[in-house]
């Protein structure tokens, strides 16, 4: 029975698992909108419709969740199984301005709008308050306007406003608040004041203004009143005449008051915790012109002004000179007179640094001038008290110009060729200014105007030019120019191609004399010339100053220490000196030291040899006895061969030869005689060593044969 039923269930199951159908559903798109529309007025109803449009396979319910955005932030969601949904605003506000969009996810999945935007159009009016309502002048009155409902960043406009005058107004930036404050200054004459405000805040399609606040009445207190200023007689006068100023003021509190009353911007007098002042002065042409009356209290300022008119009495009086240039020791004459031939009292004076000087209480004055009258002259004249002063006029008195002198500035009269030589001209006498003139032979090079001197740089010297400069000095004295002596300029060669010889040169014998020569290819004489040796310092040998261009030092007695490095050095007034090439000297031995030396030297070896054969001699004779004897005529050949054979050495050769020729003469007697005289024979070899023995002759042959072998033998 159970299996039964278990076999139904599974056969039920199974008919019902092949009916069943899954649930499916897509995304057409999502739609925002507004109503009424996407712009809408300030304070008007609003609705942000969203619509999901979706497919389903059948027909079955699907929660929806729908989320509003403005801006990027959240505004309002709600889940709803019906495919609209609405944001209602029932009043919009200008923060309700801005981007919407709304996202829908059923399931999971997540579809977004499109944005639209929306403008909710017109500001709320902002809110205008003073925290006082009565202030005095010179005080501040601070003001807040706020715009409630609207969102920063805002702009807010301050406007001060008063009677029959444009608004003056003042903007302010709020980045982070709805609301700005603003200070004013209350100025002299702001008796009733308003003051307004607007905000502003920008939109896609510009700037949006609010209305108008309202408007803020504040009233003002005047802490003096305007100042009074009265002239007495009256502001219309007459030079001479005395005129006297008042200015005065009403205040509640005098502490603190202050007057000040000036012409221009000069003060000419002032007062301190009083309500008037005065000042009166004699009134001339100068004092025209405009006054004014200041009164200060703290901040406040007040000014009254007044233009005042003086006519003139008489005009300024005109100096007049009889010259004003002359020399000294002639008459001047000085006028003073005034149009109308007004009288007056006249006074003629001079001016100086420390002062006026008066020469005379007269209209006319002549003197006999000299050079310290130079300068200004002035004259005044005086009616009723009022004194008027002339231009002035320049007198000029001159003294002539004494007869200048001409030198150089280094002091010396001569230059370098190829420096600039600069002169100057100086006059020791003569009133400034002097005009000085340049000459170069004819021609004229320069003209300086200066007060006693003058100098001129000429950078053109040629080798040529050695004189002729000189200069003219003139000055407004009527004697006219007087000319200077003639200057001769020498113009100093420097020294160039310095050389050193000898004779004789390289080779010098000990003991004999040597010239040198220095030379120079250019430069002015006198020449200074020095020779110098170098050793581990320069010595100095000889110097000589010499008007040429070449100087010969004889040195005497010539020793083996003088060998070395020459070189001269010459220099002239030029102060350079040109250095030559240096040259090498080498002391030798002279011809006779060497032959005496070569002859002491042969004569110590012959003497060496004759001692050596007499020795070898004498021996010989010991050992052989009467057999020596008996072959002596044997023995004196064979002897001869010894010498002729042997070989020649370090200088012996020479007198080895000579006594060869002489031993062979000797040979020959013995022959002839035929005689084996042992006697004879030692005879024979004792004229051979002395003949062997003569000095003179090998050296005056070696003497001969050096000094025609040198290169610099004579």
């Known amino acids: 029975m159970y299996l039964a039923l278990l076999v139904i269930f599974l056969q039920c199951s199974e008919l019902y698992a092949?009916?069943?159908?899954?649930q499916v559903f897509t995304f057409n798109g999502v739609k925002i909108k507004v109503e009424p529309s996407d712009k809408v007025k300030n304070g008007a109803p609003m609705s942000i419709i969203c619509h999901a449009d979706i497919s389903k396979n059948t027909d079955f319910q699907l929660k929806h969740n729908f989320t509003f955005f403005k801006d990027g932030k959240l505004v309002f969601m709600t889940i709803s199984d019906k495919e609209d949904a609405r944001y209602e605003i029932p009043v919009a506000k200008s923060a309700d301005t801005g981007d919407y969009e709304c996202r829908v996810k059923a399931g999971d999945k997540l579809v977004i709008s499109k944005p639209i935007y929306v403008w909710v159009a017109g500001m709320t009016k902002p809110i205008l308050t003073a925290d006082k309502k009565e202030v005095s002048e010179g005080e501040i009155v601070k003001l807040r306007c706020e715009l409630p409902e609207e969102v920063p960043p805002l702009e807010f406009y301050f406007r001060k406003i008063k009677t029959n005058s444009e608004p003056i107004a003042k903007r302010v930036a709020e980045q982070n608040q709805n609301f700005s404050e603003m200070e004013y200054y209350v100025e002299a004459g702001d008796n009733i004041l308003q003051f307004d405000c607007f905000g502003k805040r920008q939109v896609k399609s510009g700037w949006e203004s609010?209305?108008?606040?309202?408007?803020?009445l504040v009233t003002v207190k005047e802490p003096f009143r305007n100042p009074t200023l009265i002239t007495t007689p009256s502001n219309n006068l007459t030079e001479g005449d005395i005129i006297e100023f008042q200015c005065s003021t009403v205040a509640a509190e005098m502490r603190g008051i202050e007057i000040i009353f000036q012409k221009n911007r000069t003060i000419l007098n002032s007062v301190r915790d009083k309500k008037s002042l005065k000042y009166s002065t004699l009134a001339t042409q100068e004092d025209s012109?405009?006054?004014?009356?200041?009164?200060e209290q703290g901040a406040v300022s007040k000014t009254t002004k007044l233009n005042v008119f003086v006519s003139e009495l008489f005009p300024k009086p005109t100096l007049s000179a009889s010259m004003t240039q002359l020399d000294e020791n002639k008459d001047l004459i000085l006028n003073c007179s005034i149009n109308g031939s007004r009288r007056a009292n006249f006074s003629i004076l001079r001016k100086s640094s420390s002062g006026d000087i008066l020469l005379k209480k007269s209209r006319i004055l002549a003197i006999k001038v000299n050079v310290n009258d130079t300068g200004s002259y002035t004259c005044k004249a005086e009616v009723k008290g009022i004194v008027k002063?002339?231009?002035?006029?320049?007198?000029?008195?001159?003294?002539?110009?004494?007869?200048?002198?001409?030198?150089?500035?280094?002091?010396?009269?001569?230059?370098?060729?190829g420096n600039p030589l600069q002169l100057i001209c100086h006059s020791v006498m003569g009133t400034p200014p002097i005009t000085f003139t340049f000459y170069k032979g004819d021609e004229i090079k320069k003209n300086v105007t200066n007060d006693t001197y003058a100098t001129f740089l000429d950078e053109d010297i040629g080798l040529n030019d050695n004189g002729g400069y000189k200069c003219d000095a003139r000055n407004n004295h009527s004697s006219g120019v007087k000319t200077s002596n003639i200057l001769n300029v020498t113009v100093i060669v420097p020294i160039r191609g310095a050389s050193?010889?000898?004779?004789?040169?390289?080779?010098?014998?000990?003991?004999?004399?040597?010239?040198?020569?220095c030379s120079v290819k250019?430069?002015?004489?006198?020449?200074?010339?020095?020779?110098?040796?170098?050793?581990?310092?320069?010595?100095?040998?000889?110097?000589?100053?010499?008007?040429?261009?070449r100087t010969i030092w004889h040195k005497k007695t010539?020793?083996?220490?003088?060998?070395?490095?020459?070189y001269c050095m010459a220099s002239n007034r030029a102060s350079v000196d040109v250095r030559s090439h240096p040259i090498t000297i080498s002391v030798i031995l002279a011809a006779w030291q060497k032959g005496v030396i070569a002859a002491f030297v042969l004569t110590a070896m012959a003497g060496a040899g004759a001692v050596a054969l007499w020795w070898f001699l004498c021996k010989k004779k010991k050992a052989k006895g009467p057999s020596m004897e008996m072959s002596g005529s044997a023995l004196a050949p064979s002897l001869a061969s010894e010498k002729l054979t042997r070989p020649p050495?370090?200088?012996?050769?020479?007198?080895?030869?000579?006594?060869?020729?002489?031993?062979?003469n000797h040979m020959k007697s013995t022959d002839e005689s035929k005689g084996p005289d042992l006697e004879s024979a030692e005879v024979d070899y004792t004229e051979v060593e002395v003949s062997t023995l003569d000095p003179h002759r090998d050296s005056m042959e070696n003497r001969h044969s050096r000094i025609y072998g040198h290169p610099d033998a004579t």
């Open 289 to 295: 012109g405009e006054y004014l009356c200041k009164v």
């Open 389 to 417: 002063e002339s231009k002035p006029v320049r007198i000029s008195v001159y003294a002539p110009v004494s007869k200048p002198t001409l030198s150089v500035v280094s002091g010396s009269p001569e230059v370098v060729l």
């Open 500 to 517: 050193l010889g000898s004779v004789p040169y390289g080779e010098v014998e000990v003991g004999s004399d040597t010239a040198f020569l």
């Open 649 to 664: 050495s370090d200088g012996n050769y020479y007198s080895g030869s000579g006594y060869i020729e002489d031993n062979e």
């Open 210 to 216: 609010s209305q108008h606040s309202n408007k803020t």
């Open 522 to 549: 250019e430069g002015s004489w006198p020449i200074h010339f020095k020779f110098f040796k170098k050793t581990d310092h320069e010595e100095l040998l000889h110097e000589a100053r010499e008007y040429s261009d």
């Open 558 to 566: 010539m020793k083996r220490r003088d060998t070395g490095t020459y």
């Open 18 to 22: 092949q009916g069943k159908v899954y």
